[in-house]
Every structure is written in structure tokens, then in C-alpha cells.
């Protein structure tokens, strides 16, 4: 395993292909795009597998995705230039620009909801598939903005808020739809669609140029599945998989529907290349698009005392910040950041190895949690 700040070793890639031919030819994984950077030199790049397979069509280094939580650092992104801006402040509460999103807690009292609990996840809100089926979410029909297509904002926002809020705000960690409502704020704050700020703030000056809440090129779109007994299976309009306690609802179809609402937390496209730009803009201090001191806070553990669900993690402003390796049992050093997507999706940036690594498949929920993951970032360590 090499030390801190130390380059990868020369087998590295030889094990990342063991590690994809295996999981493709034990049908784990249809396809997907692997990218790995150390100091700004991409070291390994390989599309494997098939974009479609039905069709016998094979993956493409460009392809675009569906990126499902992967939309999380990118808006998040986006709404720290917004504060660099002053246009937001993270002290600030969600009424201000929201007035209507007054959730309560179940003994009916209604709590102060800032910018900053809606990014660290400590809002009080919560995702309905993380949940036991018939959970409020499901009952009062919240988008968790996978599907539901032409389901506008104003209505999802209805649903969010009639829901009592799981915690107080700022007591816990929950994974939860605070993204979106976070993009409503952000809209609203700076008076243009989130898809157009978005755009304008990051996609634009970093050149990810597939990256958007619509599909640029529906031609580099890859076919999604999903886990299934025998393997994974195609998805089909209405798809349900499941999810710890619950299940994720997709509807694929959602990409195509303008009615759609621009779900700041799941709603966006792209390749794994415009992942990496972003990435690697936050990595090295945010140029062009935010100042060092910014992602120096976004990189940060944001919510000290507070555990997350996931041992030996912590949250920065936007993804999962690595407290302690050994209680998270991974080889990354102290202060890797990561997350992935339920479309199939998975990425982390080491800066003390000064590494990137994404990892985007089109196979949910395998390519974002379990075996692939952990074999590909270990290939990677040698661990």
C-alpha cells in the first residue's frame, strides 16, 4: 500500500483489469468507465463492457450517464460559488429564499432550517428508499428525484415538507433530499433556473460539457439495469430495486422529461471525464470556478460530534469526508472525500495521494455499493 503522497505502483492497473474482467464476465457489471489521475496525469482510463446490451453495443470512454448522487458535488459546487457570490450565506435560513418550505417536527413545533444543514445533511429530512416500505415518504408520494417524471418542484416541495422531520435540525446525519430542496434555494436566491446556474457557475468554465440536467446526446446515453437474481436486468419504465430496508424507485425515462423538476441532489448527466474535471478543480483549490478557502471547507469534516451511517465517515459540504480508516476499514488516508450514485456509480479523491478516481457503470446498485467498489479502489492501494 504506498504511503501518503507516494505514486501508485506500476501494477496497478494490471489489478483494476483483473478486478473489471472478473465482474464482467461473472455478469456483475454490464459496462461503465473507470478513470484514475495522481497529480493531474491521468495513470488509467478504461471503457469495459457494453453501453447497451441488447443492442451489442459497447461502452465509450465519452459515454453519459445517468449520475443519480454524483449530481450531489456539482451542485454543491455551484451553490458555494453562490455563496463566494453572496448571494447566499450558509448561516442563512431556507425561509428567506423559500418561505413556503416550513416542515415540523412530529410535536408540531417548526424549526430554524439553514444553507449549511440542508448541505451536511443535518436538515432533519430524510430519502424515502433509505426507509422501511409504507415509510411517510412513500405515503405522502416524495420524489426522491429518480422518478415521478413531469412532477414539478412546487409540488415536491408540498410533499417534503408535510412530512414531520425526522430529527431536530443539526442534531443528526441523514442522508436525505436536502439537495433539492437546496437547488429551490439556490434558484430562487439568484433568480435563474438551478439547470442555467449550474451550467453557468461550474459546467461551463471547467468544460464539462455533457454535464447538465438534460441529455445533451441521447446517441452516448448508456441503457441502465439493475440487480436482479440471475443478473442484472434491463430497467424498465417504472423500476423498483431493493435497498437496505427499502427500495429505489426509478424511472429512467425521467432523464427526457422537461416537466421533470432539476433535482439538485440526483437530476443530473454526464461522463466520467466531466466527474473528473470537477473533481479535480475542487481537488486543487477550486480554479476557475472557487477560491481555496472554499474547498478547504467543503473538503473539511462539517459535522464534528455528529455520527454518520456509515463508521468511520464524517460529511463535508457536499460528500463524505474519511475520519478514521481503520474503523472504515478502507486503505484511503485520513481526509479522502467520496461518494457515488445509485445508477451504478462510485468515486473518491485522496489528496494526500494527490489521487482521483471515478468509477461510473451503468449497473444499480452494484457499481455503486459492494464488491466492485471496494475491489477497484483495493486494486488501486494494492491493499
Known sequence: MPAAGASLDRDFGQRIDRVVDAAIGEQRIIGGVILVAQRGDMLYRRAFGLADRERGKPMAEDAIFRLSSVTKPIVAAAAMALVEAGRIALHDPVTRFVPEFRPRLPDGKEPLITVRQLLTHTAGLAYGFAQPAGNAYERFRVSDGLDQPGLSMADNLARIASVPLSYAPGTRWGYSVAMDVLGEVMARAAGAPLPDLVDRLIAQPLGMSDSAFVVRDERRLVTPYADGLSGPVRMGEHHLVPFGDGLISFAPARAFDPASFPSGGTGMNGTAGDVLKLLEAVRTGGGPVLRPETTRAMTADAIMGIDTTRPGWGWGLGFAVLRDPAVAQTPQAVGTWRWGGVYGHSWFVDPSAEL????????????????????????????
Open 356 to 383: 482521483t478516481v471515478v468509477a461510473l457503470t451503468n449497473t444499480a446498485i452494484a457499481g455503486m455499493a459492494g464488491d466492485f467498489p471496494d475491489a477497484v479502489r483495493d486494486a488501486i492501494y494494492g491493499a
